[in-house]
């Protein structure tokens, strides 16, 4: 595995000398050209910075290129789509499992502004592919690689956090939707009404006719674990601390940086669904080690029935392997 890991940061490197035009994702296209003009970062101003989370230092324009890779199905593949964007593209998620207990992992709700986190999702597609054998008994785990395809055409610059209407996904979901919403100090475009988009839309209805037992969303870049929070609904602080442990990634019960409204994770907490955001620690890799330890984490809970005692009467070798 350091091999791997060791392999796969130095291809990151090199694919950040490279035109993001030489390659294509899965039913997207890619921007054929990509500003890298620095600009001073942008701290955040408007909420004051809670005891011990770090300081959020981010450029709008970020200075790094990276190449997402081309995924091609395999045969065996189970591959949906749960609909399509603004500009038809379609919103792919890749099974893997049957089981009755399903966690979901979802990339790229920011498009191109936080492609890392698309690089990521597929990376762990692609390890699930290589490694059908560490999908535990029971589980059945959604992998949603692109939640914002349009975004992702746009490029990595503040362009690429909105889909084609310019609305931002992250600010469109039902828990305390609100027709004016921010970017740090920045106001964005939240959308007329509350799951006004296609691409938000395409993922609640996937949410409510097939409710999950975990929701995780990879963001980039403030470096750590926030749970979703709805009014008084309370955060899973039990998958808070699960991750943590298993990632080494600090965690938060709520993002307390600037006032967020419309959050997926918020929204899906609300209807008793445990969501998380991870949030990487930079814009230019994918940290894939650690979220694997995560994912896998969260298998090993729901495996063992830790949700509910349900223990499973007979040791399997698989459990025992992954979760010892």
């Given at each position: 595995?350091?091999?791997?890991g060791?392999?796969?940061?130095?291809?990151?490197?090199?694919a950040?000398?490279?035109?993001?035009?030489?390659?294509?994702?899965?039913g997207?296209?890619?921007?054929?050209?990509?500003?890298?003009?620095?600009?001073?970062?942008?701290?955040i101003?408007?909420?004051?910075?809670?005891?011990?989370?770090?300081?959020?230092?981010?450029p709008?324009?970020?200075?790094?290129?990276?190449?997402?890779?081309?995924l091609t199905?395999?045969?065996?593949d189970?591959?949906?789509?749960?609909?399509?964007?603004?500009?038809?593209r379609?919103?792919?998620?890749?099974?893997f499992?049957?089981?009755?207990?399903?966690?979901?992992?979802?990339?790229?709700?920011h498009?191109?502004?936080e492609?890392?986190?698309?690089?990521?999702?597929?990376?762990?597609?692609?390890?699930?592919?290589?490694h059908?054998?560490?999908?535990?008994?029971r589980?059945?785990?959604?992998i949603?690689?692109v939640?914002?395809?349009?975004?992702?055409?746009?490029?990595?610059d503040?362009?690429?956090?909105?889909?084609?209407h310019?609305v931002?996904?992250?600010?469109n979901?039902?828990?305390?939707?609100?027709?004016t919403?921010v970017?740090?100090?920045?106001?964005?475009?939240?959308?007329?009404?509350?799951?006004s988009?296609?691409e938000?839309?395409?993922?609640?209805?996937?949410?409510?006719a097939?409710?999950?037992?975990?929701?995780?969303f990879?963001?980039s870049?403030?470096?750590?674990?926030?749970?979703?929070?709805?009014?008084?609904?309370?955060?899973?602080?039990?998958?808070?601390?699960?991750?943590?442990?298993?990632?080494?990634?600090?965690y938060?019960?709520?993002?307390?940086?600037?006032?967020?409204?419309?959050?997926?994770?918020?929204?899906?907490?609300?209807?008793?669904?445990?969501?998380?955001?991870i949030?990487?620690?930079?814009?230019?890799?994918?940290?894939f080690d650690?979220n694997?330890?995560g994912?896998?984490?969260l298998?090993c809970?729901?495996?063992?029935?830790?949700?509910?005692?349900?223990?499973?009467?007979?040791?399997?070798?698989?459990?025992?392997?992954?979760?010892?």
């Amino acid at each position: 595995m350091a091999i791997v890991g060791a392999m796969r940061k130095f291809a990151l490197m090199l694919a950040s000398l490279l035109f993001l035009n030489a390659c294509n994702i899965v039913g997207v296209n890619q921007p054929e050209a990509v500003s890298t003009a620095a600009e001073e970062p942008l701290e955040i101003e408007s909420a004051p910075n809670p005891t011990g989370l770090p300081t959020i230092n981010l450029p709008l324009t970020p200075t790094y290129t990276f190449v997402l890779p081309t995924l091609t199905p395999y045969p065996e593949d189970r591959r949906f789509s749960l609909g399509q964007s603004v500009e038809g593209r379609d919103i792919w998620a890749w099974q893997f499992g049957q089981g009755p207990r399903t966690i979901v992992l979802v990339g790229g709700i920011h498009g191109g502004f936080e492609g890392n986190t698309v690089v990521l999702s597929e990376e762990i597609v692609d390890y699930f592919r290589q490694h059908p054998e560490d999908i535990l008994p029971r589980m059945r785990l959604v992998i949603i690689p692109v939640a914002n395809p349009d975004g992702l055409r746009r490029g990595i610059d503040i362009e690429g956090r909105f889909n084609a209407h310019g609305v931002d996904l992250n600010r469109n979901w039902g828990c305390e939707w609100s027709p004016t919403a921010v970017l740090r100090d920045i106001q964005v475009n939240s959308g007329p009404r509350a799951f006004s988009e296609p691409e938000s839309l395409a993922l609640r209805s996937y949410f409510v006719a097939e409710p999950p037992d975990a929701v995780i969303f990879y963001h980039s870049a403030a470096g750590g674990i926030f749970l979703g929070q709805c009014r008084d609904t309370l955060p899973p602080v039990w998958l808070g601390k699960l991750l943590r442990d298993a990632t080494g990634y600090p965690y938060h019960t709520e993002f307390n940086y600037y006032e967020v409204s419309g959050d997926a994770t918020n929204w899906l907490v609300e209807r008793g669904i445990p969501s998380a955001v991870i949030e990487l620690y930079s814009k230019d890799d994918t940290e894939f080690d650690i979220n694997l330890k995560g994912v896998m984490a969260l298998q090993c809970y729901f495996a063992l029935g830790k949700d509910n005692g349900d223990t499973p009467a007979t040791p399997n070798p698989t459990i025992q392997r992954n979760c010892s």
